[in-house]
């Protein structure tokens, strides 16, 4: 079959691999029809994330159909399904609890090793993200293997497309539970660094949930004028200083709760953002926490801290004395996904949470190695890339692809 693979820092490529197999009896194997390339990826393609190995096959938002079942999968053959990030087993402490991306099982021991000794435990396993969660091969490929079939994918109704219900894989959930992290109130302002496909979707989540105002950080004009679409109030990080008018727009206080959807990779000509630079080639740090801080820095006294955006290491300065003194509380995470779909998918349903705004571009896979060069070097255009596997493209629907792309 045809797969994305990662051979090294900015090297993407599509290559002919060996079709994937069942190998467990919970196992299912999908022939993917749709796939997404994500703002994760992107730490992958940067070579920040450690574990990966040249050859491993990347993706982790994907859905298609089931061709085979393991004899204890739950799902049929022919069965439409969208499979979640996280790979759990269902049955463990942390499943039993629902911190489905906690799970115990799922991630093999040669491989959670590593993360037991960076993180004090091991993560769970999680589908094309480096052998650190379990060398798992991913989704950007034309088919593959779904461990635990019988917990994560769920059934979508064939009257979905693809594009209505393919972000339930994760950055819907992402953003809907990071918006839950912020425990809103009637009336609060919410403010959201971030406005890549994790923070639209944070900042509609939060207006779902009841946010008074919303007010959304980036630079890059189109994405800003998403954010603005959904309602809310914009602030280009380049043109104003962040947290002065965060507390200007607020009477003074600070916004309510605030949003991290930036993670390791902030942007920026802040002091703190060029040291950080300085220090990761260095290698004395390995995340560039900018966004992060100023958030911390940003809130109201007793206010929420939401942290979607995803850190690996180790981050200097760290405002632990505006986290203690203000009485701050935060809540982070790899998002539970599991946990959000059914809900989530009635929403689709319901026509109450739009999936499809901030699609800029579909591409078939074999051009998905150009798309990641896109993603990374042209973030203003490319919102949302949705590849689409060959064998599922009738040749002239690709080539209305290859048109919309010209
Ligand atoms: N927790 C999870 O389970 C989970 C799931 C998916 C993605 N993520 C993470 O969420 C983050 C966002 O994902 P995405 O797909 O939206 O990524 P993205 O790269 O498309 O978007 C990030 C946005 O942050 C903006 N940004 C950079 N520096 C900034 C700054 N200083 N202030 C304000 N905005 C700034 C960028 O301009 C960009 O628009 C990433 O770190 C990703 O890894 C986490
Ligand atoms: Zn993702
Ligand atoms: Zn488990």
Redo the contacts with the bound molecule.
């Keep these: 079959m045809r797969a994305l693979t990662w051979h090294g820092r900015h090297d993407v490529r599509v290559e002919t691999v060996p079709d994937p197999e069942i190998v467990n009896p919970h196992d299912a194997i999908l022939r993917v029809t749709s796939t997404a390339i ?3 990826d ?2 992958l393609y940067d070579g920040y994330i450690p574990g990966m190995r040249a050859g491993d096959i990347l993706g982790h938002e994907f859905m298609g159909e089931v061709v085979e079942t393991g004899p204890l999968s739950t799902l049929h053959k022919g069965d439409r399904v969208v499979v979640p ?2 790979i759990a087993c269902g049955d463990c402490f942390f499943c039993k609890k629902q911190q489905f ?1 906690c799970c115990d099982n799922t991630n093999p021991a040669e491989t959670s090793d590593a993360t037991e000794t960076m993180y004090g435990y091991p993560m769970s396993g999680v589908f094309g993200y480096s052998h650190l969660t379990g060398g798992y091969a991913g989704g950007q490929a034309e088919y593959v293997r779904v461990p635990f079939s019988n917990v994560g994918p769920i059934v979508v109704p064939d009257h979905l497309e693809d594009d209505k219900v393919l972000f339930l894989s ?2 819907l959930p ?1 953003g809907w ?2 918006a839950e992290n912020c425990e809103i109130e009637p009336g609060d302002t919410v403010a959201v ?8 979707f944070a900042i509609q989540s939060a207006l779902i949930m009841g946010a008074h105002r919303v007010i959304a ?4 004009p189109t ?1 800003l004028a998403l954010a603005k679409e959904l309602g809310a109030e914009i602030l280009d ?1 380049r043109e104003v200083d ?1 947290r002065e008018a965060l507390a200007e727009m607020t009477g003074g206080i600070g916004p309510d709760a605030v949003i991290d ?8 000509i ?1 002091i703190d ?1 060029i040291a950080d630079q300085v220090k990761s080639m260095a290698f004395l740090v390995t995340d560039r926490a ?2 992060f801080r ?1 958030a911390v820095l940003s809130v109201r006294k007793g206010g929420r801290v939401s ?4 850190y690996g290491g180790f981050a200097d300065k760290f405002p632990v004395g505006a986290f203690m003194e203000k009485g701050l509380t935060m809540k ?4 539970h ?1 599991q946990r959000y779909l059914k809900p989530l998918l009635d929403l689709i349903e319901q026509g109450k949470v739009d999936t499809t705004f901030l699609i800029s571009h579909h591409a078939p896979l074999e051009q998905a190695a150009d798309m990641y060069k896109h ?1 990374h070097d042209d ?1 203003n255009q490319f ?2 890339i949705v590849l689409k596997t060959e064998i599922a493209v009738p040749k002239a629907e690709q080539q209305e692809v290859q048109h919309e792309l010209a």
Excluded at 193 to 200: K, N, R, S
Excluded at 261 to 268: D, F, K, N, P, S
């Design positions: 994500c703002g994760s992107l730490h990030f996280p991306s994760d950055i992402t539970m990071a660094w971030g406005c890549g496909p994790v923070g639209l950080i980036d630079h890059y994405r990080y962040v959807a930036v993670g390791l990779e902030a942007h920026g802040s953002n900018h966004a100023e942290v979607p955006g995803v982070t995470g790899q998002t996904v993603w973030q919102t949302k």
